[in-house]
């Protein structure tokens, strides 16, 4: 049972890890795997909390370091180890009447060097602290973009569901940085034209690319094999 609920809480990046040992271009799913992942930790937390299942879990120093060397913890690797060396998850550590009001979206207040490592939140919550102290490094400017981009149909369903006046700014930045000198578009037609006139096109055509208008109109283009395959970096 433990198990089965820790794959179902993992599960996005399991998939993003299989994307990655192919040695394929996946640039379009990390974005969207890793709001998966987001997502499937909260829905889990309740579980992950629950000590018939998991009991009084000690966290092992050694364990720590190599947590932190594999996926880029930010601080210094002994001083984590130290901080961390005598945290228990059990009824000696519950969790605090502060932590239960966090909101999702105000656990980035624990990724800054400011604030330590809380021993007093439970385990679910613990997993989720560390989940989004690194999740940062995974959604980076071109990854926004690659998911905004994605022909695969799930992942243009939540763009359409998810994407922000935020996001927008992070597509323009790169949009610009993309085509606005010094760039590696040398096409005559868009040198001559000015940063706003290349951001107010790429809109027009990315809002005929969400809602399959033309030139995106074929049915065809969507049924493409290596899109069917998940291969939509072809």
Known sequence: MCIYI?????????????????NKPA??????????????????????NDKSLFGSLMIDANLTKEGNTILGGTGDADADSSEDDNIV???????????????????????????????????????????????????????IVGWALCVMDDIRKD????????????????????????????????????????IDTFWNEFKAFQYRTNPYHDASRWANYDITIGNSYL
Request: charged share 25%.
């Open 27 to 48: 640039m379009d799913k990390i974005f969207f795997l890793s709001h998966r992942t987001t997502v499937a930790l909260e829905k889990s937390e309740p579980f992950l």
């Open 89 to 143: 998850f059990d009824d000696a550590h519950p969790q605090s009447e502060d932590d239960s009001d966090v909101e999702p979206n105000d656990f980035d207040a624990y990724t800054t060097d400011v604030t330590p490592y809380n021993s007093v939140m439970s385990f679910g919550r613990q997993v989720i602290w560390h989940w989004l102290k690194r999740k940062v490094r995974i959604e980076h400017e071109y990854a």
């Open 6 to 22: 820790l794959l179902h809480a993992v599960f996005p990046v399991l998939r993003l890890l299989r994307y990655c040992d192919k």
């Open 159 to 198: 763009v359409l569901e998810r994407l922000t006046g935020p996001h927008r700014d992070t597509i323009e930045k790169v949009v610009k940085r993309l085509h606005v000198p010094l760039c590696p578009n040398s096409n005559p037609a868009i040198s001559a034209m000015s940063s706003h006139e290349i």
